[in-house]
């Protein structure tokens, strides 16, 4: 028998002679973790970048802290119900400021554009993304187009960012989860990827099932100001959905997570969505839920402050944070078996943010 | 969800494994091997090991049309798409799995080759009528349950009166593939495989019926329960097969009656039967090359079938030496048994079949169940 350090996955290397970039770089799993090691990490080196989060915490000259992130749109379809691309480019970079425990103040957009894009849709996408930025309060202060050719984009591409500043005494990072805290969801899952897949068209099926994505920075204010000091890490499980996020944080954190699949929110119409596709809600992208590590003293404080906000009415507590060398994701199933919740290998959905 | 839920009923689940606890015989072992890739994903997803007697063992058996394709295939289905007037479509399971020197349909496709994934046989008969100029190739994989639906994509590209559409013929019969595990040793000289008594199929039954079993219990000896799909389904069925092994029977057994009936789907097996002749002989990843163990269209429709369209001649391809899947898939060996398990095969870098994709014996384990080798070191 293989003693447990044996059993470590073989990590193949990139082939950076005749290598190609193929779909599964781009799925957040663990393809696209090599791809970015093997190449961007290894070119832009700094301790800023290896902090690993969805953001970077920078120090200001004037003192206090700064977060920065950017995110590239790509979705297909543009229009989905509950959002578009617009909605979805200001919601994700909100987010992706707020997961450090941010105020987002500005967000920046860049937008490149196939030739004979209609008008029509453009406008349609801008005016959702002025909505989206409006009802966040966190205006888009400077931008950049660009036009490529028939045939070198679909449709149309969004890139933004976005700056905020951390509030004094709170510090979040995704290397942070220790052993006993308690793991938190806000919501249900999959809503996001669902609602996507049944717009598509060769799929064709219809469902109530609208994209949750929503702007989670008053969610997280009124998480801080309920058991600040106490939360070690915010993230938002996007592509890869809940599975890939808890893997990142058992890799960064050096710890395995403990989780109950009858805890876990998913909504019916999403179950059975997914059961007809053949894809597991753990997997799912989401866009307007998080994921919380915290003091389990603090966790039920958190619960009910999360339950009094409107983003977070159907939280959970799903699981806690275990001393495991091998880091693994480790589930009660609802049938009352247990399994590992692995990274997804390949992908499960193309292009859903 | 109504009709599945009740299927997953974790209540119900403890009472079927206390029964199945308190009839197995302490004396002696049971080894039943599933022998459907969904059936191996219900015991790994549900974590249904966990909740079976010690001296109980599932082995997971060849069942996975995805991992049973041979290298030479995959081989044959990349080069066709690499050809500038071929559009191949496929269902996207096929995607990632590697042919021989670490090429994929995912990477052609990233080196340009036209690949569609597609959910249905008949978005590749829509795709070649709204292309016209270019050949539509179905890479039509699968076990009997997949078979249909190529066969009514044939009639409807026949009846639209398509010139532009073919059918890469994979489909593979199970029967024969459970007597080849029966009767080959995973290697010369080794002993016969360790097999008490099979889950049958669901998906397929419901196409073929009850009746093509009859031979393992009749002259192997070896019970066989028709299973769903669902983690109920299974702790129901391999009870019934304790119950068959305790009582020395060895019968056909259906458990899935809400979905299979003892004559099957004769629809499908008529239509079935006019478009696709059996082959002399297919090869098998895991199990190597198996008289009469597959398809190809019969001659009549020889202007669709690909391998004739395009002269496509296999070349076998071999997998690599320390691959331990034959004796895998026979109940020989278990995945962590393997030097290649966990170390160079992983889901991201298979090697072999049974890590090819998840409802793979070795991917499976890796995927969901890996943990307890640790646990069993750490007790």
């Not at chain 1, 301790?47 to 590239?72: E, H, I």
């Not at chain 1, 509950?82 to 400021?97: E, F, K, P, R």
């Not at chain 2, 015991?43 to 909740?51: L, P």
Request: negative net charge; contains cysteine.
């Amino acid at each position: 028998m293989t003693a447990p350090s044996e059993l470590k996955a073989y990590r193949r290397k990139l082939d950076l002679r005749a290598g190609r970039v193929d779909m599964s770089h781009g799925s957040g799993g663990r393809a696209m973790a090599d791809l970015i090691t093997g190449i961007f990490r290894a070119a832009f080196a700094n301790k800023f970048l290896d902090q690993g989060n969805d953001q970077a915490s920078l120090p200001m000259p004037t003192g206090g802290r700064l977060v920065m992130t950017t995110d590239g749109y790509v979705v297909s379809p543009l229009f989905f119900p509950g959002g578009d691309i617009g909605s979805l480019a200001v919601h994700g970079t909100i987010n992706d400021v707020a997961m450090a425990g941010a105020k987002p103040l500005y967000l920046s957009a860049s937008f490149i554009i196939e030739e004979g894009f209609a008008f029509a849709d453009l406008k349609r996408i801008a005016d959702s993304m002025g909505a989206a930025s409006r009802e966040s309060g966190v205006p888009v202060v400077t931008g950049d187009t660009k036009v490529v050719e028939r045939g070198k984009a679909d449709g149309v591409f969004i890139a933004t960012a976005g700056i905020g500043v951390v509030p004094d005494g709170i510090s979040l990072s995704g290397d942070r989860a220790a052993p006993g805290d308690a793991v938190l969801i806000s919501g249900s899952i999959g809503d996001h990827g669902v609602a996507i897949m049944s717009s598509r068209e060769n799929l064709e099926f219809e469902t109530a099932i609208v994209s949750d994505s929503a702007a989670l920075h008053g969610l997280v204010a009124a998480m801080l100001d309920a058991a600040g000091a106490q939360i070690k890490l915010l993230r938002d499980p996007t592509r890869g959905g809940l599975a890939a996020t808890l893997n990142e944080l058992a890799q960064q954190s050096g710890v395995g997570f403990r989780i109950d699949e009858a805890a876990i929110p998913v909504k019916s119409q999403v179950a059975a969505a997914c059961e007809l596709l053949g894809l597991d809600p753990l997997f799912v992208a989401n866009e307007g839920k998080l994921v919380a590590v915290v003091d389990a003293e603090a966790a039920v404080a958190l619960l009910a402050a999360m339950r009094a906000h409107p983003l977070g009415r159907d939280a959970a507590i799903i699981g806690r944070v275990v001393a495991d060398a091998q880091r693994f994701v480790q589930m009660t199933t609802a049938f009352g078996g247990g399994r590992i919740v692995d990274w997804l290998s390949g992908e499960q959905l193309p292009r859903i943010c | 969800m109504k009709y599945v839920d009740e299927y997953r009923d974790g209540a119900l689940a403890r009472r079927i494994a206390d029964t199945i606890a308190a009839e197995v015989v302490c004396e002696r072992s049971y080894a039943f091997m599933e022998f459907c890739g969904g059936h191996t994903h219900a015991i790994s997803r549900y974590g249904i090991e966990d909740m079976l007697p010690p001296g109980l063992r599932m082995i997971h058996g060849p069942g996975c049309p995805v991992c049973v394709l041979p290298v030479g295939r995959i081989d044959d289905a990349i080069r066709l798409a690499r050809s500038p007037a071929v559009t191949l479509c496929t269902y996207a399971d096929m995607m990632r799995v590697p042919g021989s020197k670490g090429g994929s349909l995912l990477k052609a496709k990233a080196a340009g080759a036209d690949i569609r994934m597609i959910y249905s046989s008949l978005d590749a008969v829509r795709i070649a009528e709204a292309e016209p100029g270019r050949e539509v190739v179905f890479f039509a994989i699968g076990f009997e349950t997949t078979t249909p639906p190529t066969a009514i994509a044939l009639r409807a590209a026949i009846a639209k009166g398509l010139r532009n559409f073919s059918i890469f013929c994979n489909h593979v019969l199970t029967p024969v593939a459970m007597r080849a595990i029966l009767e080959a040793p995973a290697e010369p000289g080794a002993p016969p495989v360790a097999i008490d008594g099979f889950v049958g199929p669901a998906h397929v039954s419901t196409v073929i019926g009850m009746a093509p079993y009859h031979e393992f219990a009749e002259t192997y000896r070896k019970p066989v329960v028709i299973a769903g799909f669902e983690p109920l389904d299974v702790m129901q069925a391999i009870l019934m097969l304790v119950r068959q092994v305790n009582t020395q029977r060895a019968e056909v057994e259906n458990q899935y009656i809400r979905a299979v009936t003892a004559a099957g789907n004769l629809t499908a097996q008529v239509l079935c039967a006019e478009i696709f002749a059996v082959r002399e002989a297919f090869e098998w990843r895991g199990l190597g090359v198996v008289p009469a163990s597959a398809l190809r269209l019969r001659d009549a429709y020889a202007d669709y079938d690909a391998e004739r369209r395009f002269e496509i001649h296999t070349v076998h391809a071999d997998d690599n030496p320390a691959c331990e899947c034959p004796a895998i898939l026979r109940g020989r060996k278990r995945p962590a048994e393997c030097k290649l398990f966990g170390t160079v095969c992983t889901p991201e870098t298979p090697m072999g079949a049974c890590m090819v994709s998840s409802e793979g014996a070795c991917a499976a384990h890796w995927s969901y169940g890996r943990f307890r080798e640790h646990q069993r070191l750490a007790s």
